[in-house]
DNA sequence: CACAGGTCCTAAAACGTTTACGCAAGCGCC
DNA sequence: GGCGCTTGCGTAAACGTTTTAGGACCTGTG
């Protein structure tokens, strides 16, 4: 007795595979006492409903698709994939969906999602990674499959359905903090600008400096991946210069810890002779510190938005003729130890009063 | 004409289902100029079979499942996940498999696998994060679904798939070359050892010390979880030791940066002053520098593990009663700049000649 | 000429569910 | 007592493939 399936079942019942069927299901048009007699057979034999009949029968996959793409050996694989992947995870768990991951070379992204589609393999994909004008919006919106991206595309017009954390102001509210701090000569360590999130970090960045008559200086922005090499190479570079920068901002854990590392070289410490405000995606394995943060940092737990997306997706495979939905997280600011006003004399230069 | 089927196309062509999908499928007993007919009219259509009545049909699920946990709240999420994922998924793509992940709760993992083998959603699975005496092992054996472990599990008789680095000859050989370099206070900064692969690590560092006729001290011996500031603490509180240790072997990447961040706190360089030898599981976005490495390391690709486990899984699915197979790499010892001969006077502790 | 053995194709039965439709019994109501 | 409604169940047809069992037609051979 492998596996025991409904027909089986409902002749050790004495009743039809449909009473069966509905019983399990819940339908109501099924005596009470018999659907606890059925209720308690299938526990009795441990059956449960095979899935690849259920999908085939109600055509539907009962599925959503994640692409995971970027394997050419020089680019870098999302740090937070694993995390998001988690909190959407948990929303199908619940809901009895399953989810099927996809891992594809860089430039069959958009085949993989035609094939998940005309397979009939998912009832909905979500998207990592926007990019500004992202092509992946119209190829999905062509194939008519139900998606949702995680982040927005700058340069699009026209209406998707996307889960974000409001990049812009997370930056420009710390920008602002460290303006009010003091501080004048501040530093983007940024991510690569192709990268939706990044051009909207430094919006943020650029206005808040805007706001109060300043002008970005072009030697104290830098844009590259975000790995702690590239952060600590950004920071050593700009410390170096004649007028260093007292702040930065860094784009993500790991290039924090890299500008962190920069600044504790020249012996400098962090949070008073420099600041340091970096965006924290609350990943699991890259913590912000135990019980109090270490760095101050805009926050937004990345696994959350993996629930919310997942919500989405599943609301929309149950009305997909629903307009666009879309959710703007805002991040909050976690003062941590990272930051403090501008003392006099600034970084790595005694002031010799 | 949503999505065309295969008795569509047959008709369009004026052919039995039978021959269509034969002709597709690539079975001898099709003329071949036929062949090419219902070739070119698929392409022509872009007709892709549909999943989920091949699922049934053929009463595979051409998929293999893999169950992430360790979702409780307090719990780390492991780093490599997103990393093994993609050399796993590789795999599946170029064989028309597809991978799906459960998101479960810590204490339901086990239901997870139950569950995915009765509902027939997946052919085999693969098991992470092993521990020692691990359940799980007999867990999928009752069950009869293959399986393939990623580690191996100390203190299990029982035989079983899995795929698994040489942790302990690692830590012994990168002890060994401390020991050559003149180190004798060698410190270990473990990952936390109901994970198996810590313990193999400590047994291969503890036995080189003992061929050297050394013994390990237990107060240069830490075991906790693989962060930047557990390894920052540890070896901050290592080396304000009466006798600190010259030389730390360090679990992973992260780990690595904290011992390297309290190292450089001290005004001591690193490679110079203190040695520095971690775990590179080569991850994505945790490089170990970009062409010359930063740190020594015993360097093991996930990656590629997780490419061997799939791989494995699928052999497996294909031979199912074949005995048990394992596999087991050997790490790489790179190195990096990490590492150099002990200094006499040692570590913070000017010596005054 | 009969027959064996290819070659190429078809009809129909799987696979294990869901679901549209139908039907019998029971009940209340005029 | 006939009518309509509800309750509870069964029959059979889907869903879109693969696969088993054959069958028609040709070709060569004795």
Redesign the interface.
Same mark, same amino acid.
Do not use: C, H, K, Q
């Given at each position: 007795m #492998? @596996?025991m399936n409904l027909k089986e079942l409902a002749s050790k019942l004495g009743l039809s595979p449909t009473t069966v069927s509905r019983a399990l299901n819940g339908y109501p048009e099924v005596n009470e006492t018999t659907r606890d007699r059925v209720m308690a057979a299938a526990k009795r034999h441990?059956y449960? #409903?095979? +899935?690849?009949?259920i999908? /085939?029968a109600t055509?539907r996959?009962m +599925?959503v698709g994640h692409v995971?793409s970027g /394997?050419t050996r020089n680019e !870098? %694989?999302? #740090?937070i994939? +694993? *995390?998001f992947? +988690?909190g959407?995870? $948990?929303v199908? =768990?619940q809901n009895g969906y *399953?989810?099927?991951? =996809?891992?594809?070379s860089n430039d069959s992204e958009e085949a993989a999602y035609r *094939?998940l589609a005309?397979?009939?393999?998912v009832d909905g994909v979500i998207v990592h990674s926007v990019k500004r004008h992202d092509p992946r919006i119209k190829v999905l919106s062509d194939i008519?499959l139900p998606a949702v991206f995680h982040g927005r595309a700058t340069g699009t017009e026209a209406a998707y359905n996307w889960v974000d954390v409001n990049n812009r102001r997370a930056f420009l509210r710390a920008t602002e903090f460290l303006l009010d701090l003091g501080h004048r000569r501040i530093a983007l360590v940024n991510g690569l600008e192709y990268m939706d999130f990044a051009i909207r970090r430094r919006t943020g960045y650029t206005d808040a400096l805007a706001a109060r008559g300043m002008t970005a200086d072009p030697a104290l922005m830098v844009s590259d991946e %975000? @790995? $702690? &090499?590239s952060g600590y190479r950004a920071a050593a570079q700009m410390l170096d210069l004649p007028d260093p920068p007292t702040a930065f901002l860094a784009a993500s854990m &790991?290039s924090g810890?890299g500008v962190?590392?920069a600044i504790?070289?020249r012996g400098l410490q962090i949070g008073r002779d420099v600041s340091v405000i970096l965006f924290d995606d609350d990943l =699991?394995? /890259?913590?912000n510190?135990?019980d109090v943060p !270490?760095f101050t940092a805009t926050r937004s737990s990345v696994r959350h938005a993996g629930r919310l997306a997942a919500q989405m997706v599943l609301d929309l495979i149950a009305a997909p003729d629903t307009a666009p939905r879309t959710h703007l997280l805002e991040a909050e600011l976690i003062i941590g130890q990272s930051t403090g006003p501008l003392v006099h004399g600034g970084a790595g230069h005694a002031d010799p009063l």
């Open positions: #492998p @596996t441990n449960r #409903p095979n +899935a690849r009949a999908r /085939l055509g996959a +599925a995971m /394997l !870098i %694989m999302n #740090p994939f +694993a *995390d992947i +988690a959407a995870g $948990e199908y =768990s *399953d989810m099927m991951l =996809s891992v594809v *094939d005309s397979r009939g393999a008519g %975000m @790995t $702690e &090499l &790991l810890m962190r590392r504790e070289a =699991s394995y /890259l913590r510190g135990e !270490i």
